[in-house]
């Protein structure tokens, strides 16, 4: 009875695992998502011991001359698909949204698209009150690791466009 007991449900997790992994790799390579063509709203360099944001200036791409850089605070529009590039300047990072549930690691010499929605329900913001959230390196980079925090400020559209036009 109890090599039953062990042989069952090890049989039925082996069946779970197979039967979702072509929808991972689907979910991971971008296929099964509707915004995989849309621009990346931001860049997020992680580094020792800060996370460098830098979003697409007047011009509308990301890369050029104007840009808009801050240190430490990833701002978005609530109830909008938001899409970043991830990248690592130096060592292994892992960018964390708590309360949003994801995380995703940040590997030197890798560029990574992570995709998000802030939905309103979660964060309730007005103009003049935008919500902010943790957003934390979830892998031991190295001695101030404890001090590599940010953070997700969540604006209306309107609000985020004036943030945006105040830098």
């Known amino acids: 009875v109890e090599v039953i007991w062990s042989i069952v449900p090890a049989f039925i997790l082996v069946f779970i695992a197979c039967y979702q992994f072509n929808s991972w790799i689907d979910i991971k390579s971008g296929k099964k ?4 063509d849309q621009e990346p709203d931001a860049e997020v360099l992680a580094g ?3 996370w460098r944001i830098r979003y697409a200036g007047p011009d509308g791409k990301i890369g050029t001359e104007d840009d808009i850089q801050s240190l ?6 609530v109830d909008k ?3 970043i590039r991830l990248r690592s ?9 708590p309360n949003l549930r994801v995380k995703q690691d940040a590997v030197p010499g890798m560029e990574i698209p992570v995709w998000f929605k802030v939905d309103s329900k979660l964060a309730p913001v007005k103009d003049d009150a935008p919500q902010s959230f943790d957003l934390v390196c979830a892998e031991l980079c190295g001695w101030g690791h404890y001090k590599m925090r940010g953070k997700l400020t969540v ?7 004036a943030w945006l036009k105040l830098r």
């Open 33 to 36: 998502v509707s915004n995989q």
């Open 48 to 50: 020792q011991f800060e």
């Open 72 to 77: 430490n605070e990833l701002h978005v529009p």
């Open 81 to 83: 698909d938001i899409v």
């Open 89 to 97: 300047r130096d060592v292994l990072h892992s960018f964390f949204l």
């Open 155 to 161: 604006h209306t559209q309107a609000g985020y466009d």
